[in-house]
């Protein structure tokens, strides 16, 4: 069986609550210079009536440089336990609501604030390994929420007896889920 779009946003509103759920590390891809670029990141709040995926990341990081040239990423989600495998599309773009932006700060325990105060941009090679630094008081400059506004969800269910998989593609027009089966 697999699930109805309501269930898997559903299921992605506990991902984002449960630190242990599987779908709460999340398979972030955009698009580099050199080609495809993907990496890990932490589902931080899942918003189904806006169809949004919120993350949260260092504006210095190289996801935000490849999304300010392409703003398409594409998502993957595993969960071991299910077999089911869910990759999502669509659109990303930092919060510019200050308020909610400080909202996200303020639920982000004082020493997880380090992540955003490094010296160094992300990715930057350490002249010595034992110089990178960190100040709190640009942490808060570097911290960007980003949003991810969804617009196709792709739904793959491993079983011993049947694959099944659907698509749920978002229709501006008709405002509602577009769904499908496919060929596994």
């Not at 242990?20 to 990496?39: K, L, N």
């Not at 604030?113 to 100040?135: E, F, I």
Request: aromatic share 8%.
């Amino acid at each position: 069986m697999t699930l109805s779009v309501d269930e898997t946003w559903q299921t992605l509103v506990r991902a984002s609550v449960d630190r242990r759920h599987p779908w709460r590390v999340v398979g972030f891809c955009t698009a580099s210079e050199q080609g495809p670029a993907a990496r890990s990141v932490i589902l931080r709040k899942v918003l189904p009536a806006q169809r949004q995926l919120v993350f949260f990341t260092d504006s210095r990081s190289e996801k935000m440089q490849h999304i300010a040239r392409c703003e398409q990423v594409a998502l993957l989600f595993w969960n071991p336990q299910h077999n089911l495998q869910l990759r999502a599309t669509g659109l990303a773009a930092a919060e510019q609501d200050p308020a909610r932006i400080e909202s996200y700060w303020q639920s982000i325990p004082d020493h997880a604030r380090r992540d955003y105060g490094s010296t160094d941009a992300p990715g930057v090679v350490l002249a010595d390994p034992g110089q990178g630094g960190y100040d709190l008081a640009v942490a808060r400059r570097h911290f960007v929420v980003l949003n991810v506004v969804v617009d196709l969800i792709d739904s793959l269910k491993l079983a011993r007896d049947e694959h099944m998989r659907q698509r749920f593609e978002w229709s501006a027009s008709t405002q509602v889920w577009q769904q499908a089966r496919l060929v596994p």
